[in-house]
């Protein structure tokens, strides 16, 4: 197996379409079915189911898809981390982030991380959680920094950055008052994040486990300031990370109230693909923001209280 046949392998699985296929690869139709023929020929097993409405794999090229993604992409990190180190190349990295965690969390990290490794470029690309999943399984990010939304995936390693609490939020003009239990919470109108969202779903989960009807969602945004600014205009209450909140409460835009209970707490993880070598850049990269950005334990805690 050659990286050319793996190339052209996926543009198949990719396009599910020969013609679509053998123009992605600049090949020849006669060229692409030989390569596949040959590819097939030497796993002795058939990758594709071929009819009249294209090609798909077979259980046995779902599971070289896999392998192959993998494969090109340790064949690029090497081809580049070579030429690094041999003074070609300068070492970049493409790190996700959500727009909180980037403005709130990372911005000072980053600008340490640059100042002990300058050799190293950083690009900072912003979506949702599942857009950064998607990056990452497409290869266009080297990590993300998202919130745990537990599913397991064997490709990728997490490790726990930080716990993040969420803040209950009113308008500074709704002289709102501090809730008693969840059930006067259910009688305020809301506004959430969509259904499938980390912070949706701590929200939908607080009021199913006290078996209590989740409040109306008057509006949906799909950006934490969004909402904070809908609530600071009157239109409803929310529940976002307290870490966006500081520059809104510091303003008076808003006013956290106190969340009746145990406080909602959302789960800040670092992901990455999981690779027998991992290149040098994200090493240093996962190993910094391990220390520098470690949760707090309770002794870490007292210590700084007591300072």
């Known amino acids: ?8 392998f996926l543009a198949v699985a990719k396009h599910g379409n020969i013609t679509r296929a053998a123009s992605e690869a600049n090949l020849a139709q006669s060229s692409l ?58 070492q970049a990295l493409a790190i996700g982030t959500l727009e909180t965690i980037a403005a709130e969390k990372l911005a000072a990290f980053l600008s340490r991380f640059r100042g002990t490794h300058p050799d190293i470029g950083l690009t900072l690309k912003i979506g949702g959680s599942g857009e950064l999943q998607r990056r990452l399984e497409d290869g266009s990010i080297d990590i993300a920094f998202t919130f745990d939304r537990g599913e397991q995936d064997g490709r990728f390693q997490t490790r726990l950055v930080s716990r993040e609490p969420l803040a209950l939020i009113a308008g500074r003009n709704t002289r709102a008052m501090p809730p008693g239990n969840l059930a006067d919470l259910s009688r305020l109108p809301f506004i959430a994040t969509e259904t499938g969202c980390v912070y949706r779903r701590l929200f939908d989960t607080a009021f199913a486990e006290a078996d209590i009807a989740a409040p109306d969602i008057v509006t949906q945004a ?43 707490a959302a789960s800040l993880i670092m992901l990455w693909r999981r690779r027998r070598v991992q290149p040098p850049a994200l090493s240093s990269l996962i190993a910094m923001a391990s220390e520098d950005l470690r949760p707090v334990r309770p002794a870490d805690a007292r210590l700084r209280h007591a300072g």
């Open 33 to 90: 079915s030989d390569q596949m023929q040959a590819l097939e020929e030497e796993l002795g097993v058939p990758l594709f189911e071929r009819s009249r409405q294209g090609v798909t794999l077979t259980p046995a090229g779902d599971v070289l898809k896999s392998y192959a993604e993998e494969i090109l992409a340790l064949n690029d990190e090497a081809k580049t981390a070579i030429r690094a180190a041999a003074g070609l190349e300068k």
């Open 1 to 8: 197996m050659n990286p050319r046949q793996l190339k052209t």
């Open 222 to 264: 799909d950006s934490v300031q969004t909402i904070i600014r809908l609530v600071a205009s009157g239109i409803g209450y929310g529940l976002v990370p307290r870490l966006a909140v500081t520059p809104a409460a510091e303003r008076g835009d808003v006013v956290e109230l106190p969340w009746p209970g145990d406080t909602p």
